[in-house]
Nanobody, 119 residues
C-alpha cells in the first residue's frame, strides 16, 4: 500500500538545525512532485517547499527562503528537508505530500512529524 513516512522531527534550539526525511513506498516515486507542508493548531496547512520529479526545480515559502533546502533521492524514494537557522515560529507539524506529475488528483500525504524550536 501507499506510504509516506516522515522522520527526523524533534526539539531544536533557536539557530539550530534539523533534517526531515520522508520515505515513500507503494507508488512510482519518480513520477511524483514532492513537497513539505507545515501546520500549527488553529491555522491552515501551509506550503513550505516543493521539488519537481527530477529535482531540477524547487520553490520555497518566503518565510524559509535561505534557511531551508528541499532535496530528493529517487534511488532511495526519499525526499528531505534540511532546516537551518531554526526559529521558534518554525514550530509545527511537518507533512510531506506527493502529487503525480500529470494527474493532480493522485496525491498522498504523510502522517506528519513534530518540529519544536525552543530554548
Amino acid at each position: 500500500q501507499v506510504q509516506l513516512v516522515e522522520s527526523g522531527g524533534g526539539l531544536a534550539q533557536p539557530g539550530g538545525s534539523l533534517r526531515l526525511s520522508c520515505a515513500a513506498s507503494g507508488f512510482t516515486f519518480s513520477f511524483y512532485a514532492m513537497s513539505w507542508y507545515r501546520q500549527t493548531p488553529g491555522k491552515e496547512r501551509e506550503l513550505v517547499a516543493a521539488i519537481t520529479t527530477a529535482g531540477d526545480s524547487t520553490n520555497y515559502a518566503d518565510s524559509v527562503k535561505g534557511r531551508f533546502t528541499i532535496s530528493r533521492d529517487n534511488a532511495k524514494n526519499t525526499v528531505y528537508l534540511q532546516m537551518n537557522s531554526l526559529k521558534p515560529e518554525d514550530t509545527a507539524v511537518y507533512y510531506c505530500k506527493a502529487v503525480h506529475k500529470w494527474v493532480a488528483s493522485s496525491n498522498y500525504w504523510g502522517q506528519g512529524t513534530q518540529v519544536t524550536v525552543s530554548s
